[in-house]
């Protein structure tokens, strides 16, 4: 079964970092692209970054990019988002997401997330 | 970046409706429209691909259609496992955007 486990959330100050984690099983990880997607409390879904399967290409949403740095370990089975900088308005709870291989670029394995919370 | 307009926000509905959902891009993204469901306290599953395609397991009440700019979802029948948020995501291009949701309540 595929699974995406997300670990390293919780409350920090502004303007401090964090670094999140999940780990992969159930599937081949080093296939895929991954993603990270927040949700602030009570709000929509946002799209903060994405890593191809090889490293090759990072993209990062324009309310994160020079502040957050997405990264993976093919072997650990694991992707990572560290975090700096960190903004009240970053306040969300964050979702590691697989996407799939279809060409139709869906994301088809979320994980339950892991909550961040910037407050002082 | 391409922005979803989903509408409306949010509706009442009784159980056996059949109720449509809508979701606008601001630029052609072909079929590459997604649409999640999200129950509290629980991550957003996978309903439809592609606009038209069932994700495997999901009820045959759900449907979606469109291409270009403009795509519904239809939920026929509805069931009391049904209430819950919907968006769309647009899979086109980078960024991959999502609409802002349509809560399905009870009425």
């Known amino acids: 079964e595929v699974h995406l486990v997300e670990s390293g959330g919780g409350l920090v100050q502004p303007g401090r970092s964090l670094r999140l984690s999940c780990v992969a099983s159930g599937f081949t990880f080093d296939d895929y692209a991954m993603y990270w997607v927040r949700q602030a409390p009570g709000k929509g879904l946002e799209w903060v970054s994405s890593?191809?399967?090889?490293?090759?290409?990072?993209a990062y949403a324009d309310s994160v990019k020079g502040r957050f740095t997405i990264s993976r370990d093919n072997a650990k089975k694991s992707l990572y988002l560290q975090m700096n900088s960190l903004r009240t308005e970053d306040t969300a709870l964050y979702y590691c997401?697989?996407?799939?291989?279809?060409?139709?670029?869906?994301?088809?394995?979320w994980g339950q997330g892991t909550l961040v919370t910037v407050s002082s | 970046d391409i922005q979803m307009t989903q509408s409306p926000p949010s509706l009442s509905a009784s159980v056996g409706d059949r109720i449509t959902i809508t979701c606008r891009a601001t630029?052609?993204?072909?079929?590459?429209l997604n649409w999640y469901q999200q129950k509290p306290g629980k991550a957003p599953n996978l309903l439809i691909y592609a606009a038209s395609s069932l994700q495997s397991g999901v009820p045959s009440r759900f449907s979606g259609s469109g291409s270009g700019t403009d795509f519904t979802l239809t939920i026929s029948d509805l069931q009391p496992e049904d209430f819950a948020t919907y968006y769309c995501?647009?899979?086109?291009?980078?960024?991959?955007?999502f609409g802002q949701g349509t809560k399905v309540e009870i009425k």
């Open positions: 630029q052609s993204i072909s079929r590459y």
């Open positions: 997401v697989k996407e799939d291989s279809s060409g139709w670029r869906l994301f088809d394995c």
């Open positions: 890593i191809t399967w090889n490293s090759g290409n990072l």
């Open positions: 995501q647009q899979s086109y291009s980078s960024p991959r955007t």
